[in-house]
């Protein structure tokens, strides 16, 4: 798919919030890229087009955040502090695929082979300044 430039974060969660509108129960997106590229920026408008309006904060330590009360759940992972597959398994994440919800999980390219294979792999680059590309599958 076509690369899509953003200028800023409210570009961003435009983007997100946008894109929301595509998705159906089940979906899962898997968000790669550096720090900062954007990731969360762009969750926080898949929140907002699903209807949640909760802050959305990146899991960090806790590994999932949940948002209810939307169109669909929106289920936010972030694999970044996760040090093994295994420990996403102990802690339940078949459980949440098997969800009708939508999952998004941050640096998901660090253990690609949890996911299913019908995973849209949503890829965040950083340019110079405020400048970041997104390609969305
Ligand atoms: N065009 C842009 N799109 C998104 N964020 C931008 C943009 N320009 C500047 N920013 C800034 O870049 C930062 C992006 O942070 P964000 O938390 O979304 O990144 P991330 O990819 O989730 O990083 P991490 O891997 O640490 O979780 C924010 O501080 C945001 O304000
Ligand atoms: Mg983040």
Avoid: C
Avoid at 21 to 40: E, M, P, S
Avoid at 108 to 123: H, M
């Amino acid at each position: 798919m076509e690369p899509i430039i953003s200028n800023s974060p409210e570009q961003t969660f435009a983007l997100g919030r946008d894109y929301a509108a595509k998705l159906r129960a089940g979906d899962v997106l898997a968000l790669d890229g550096d720090l900062g590229a954007g990731k969360t920026q762009f969750i926080k408008g898949l929140a907002a087009g699903l209807g949640h309006t909760g802050e959305v904060t990146s899991p960090t330590f806790t590994l999932v955040h949940e948002y209810t009360g939307g169109k669909l759940p929106l289920y936010h992972f972030d694999f970044y502090r996760l040090e093994s597959a295994d420990e996403a398994l102990r802690f339940g994440l078949d459980d949440y695929l098997g969800e009708s919800a939508i999952l998004a999980i941050e640096w998901a390219g660090k253990f690609p082979a949890l996911l299913p294979a019908s995973t849209r792999w949503l890829r965040f680059r950083a340019g110079d300044g405020d400048q970041r590309t997104i390609e969305l599958s």
